[in-house]
Structure formats: structure tokens, C-alpha cells
């Protein structure tokens, strides 16, 4: 997705989940596609954003 102000398209994230022991996920590079960032800016998310991200302090979440 390049334009920040457009949704993705349903192919788009219907491409990005994947199916993980039975469960559907969607893997931080098809997070990263659909929001227009790079994989390590991504992550990189979380920390500088940590109210936000309640269970971030949570070792087990991240």
C-alpha cells in the first residue's frame, strides 16, 4: 500500500495472513506490506509507541 490515506485492498490482506497450526496470522513482513513501512520500522513501533501497546511490557506478547 502506498498512499497512507487508502485502505488496502481485500487481496492485499488475504495475501498477507497465513495459516499457522490451525490458526490464521498475519506475519509482520504482510503488517508491514499493508501499512506502506519497512519490517524493522515496523517493529521498531511498539517501543516507541508503549501506550499504546498495553501488553508490549508483557515479554510473552511480544
Known sequence: MTNPNTLPSMHEVQS???RVRCIRRVLAE????ISGKSVS???Q???RNTNL???YSNPAMR
Open 53 to 55: 501497546f498495553d501488553d
Open 16 to 18: 498477507a495472513i497465513h
Open 41 to 43: 520500522a515496523f517493529h
Open 45 to 47: 513501533t511498539p517501543s
Open 30 to 33: 504482510g503488517l508491514a506490506r
